[in-house]
């Protein structure tokens, strides 16, 4: 024990400092965000994210890690020419998927019982399946093609 103290110790003054947990956590974002290209990339997608201007409803802690993921999502699909498209989030985590009605009380912590139609998802699913209907839409009008959905 004493000897692993002091091997730890010599390092610190050494210069040898341990990754923080904020280094880790971009690394995984990094590798996220390549996954979510690759993806889009092989099944021949656009790739929606929440635009991080307008993140507002995280604790400041937190913000830069959304915004850390869109901005390395659009570095790497431009590497890989994949088409990325940026929405608003606002009500993405209260509005049902299927149907399209938006209520604060469908959404509880992890689980998102819809209000209007009964069925039950996790939130998160639900809010990643409905930026992508808000990108697929307003991708869509800023082209001028019409849609039979949505």
Known sequence: ?????????????????????????????????????????????????????????????????????????????EEEEVFVWEVSPAYTSQTCAICGHCDRRSRVKSVFQRTACGSRTHADINAARVIARKGTVSILKQFGIQSGTG
Not at 5 to 21: C, L, P, W, Y
């Open 1 to 77: 024990l004493c000897r692993q103290r002091d091997k730890n110790a010599e390092r610190r003054r050494q210069g040898h400092h341990t990754r923080s947990t904020k280094t880790e956590f971009r690394q995984r974002l990094d590798v996220e965000a390549r996954r979510a290209v690759n993806v889009s990339r092989a099944r021949g997608w656009n790739l929606v994210v929440e635009s991080p201007k307008v993140l507002a409803n995280l604790r400041p802690k937190l913000q830069w890690a959304r915004s850390y993921f869109a901005r390395r999502a659009r570095q790497i699909a």
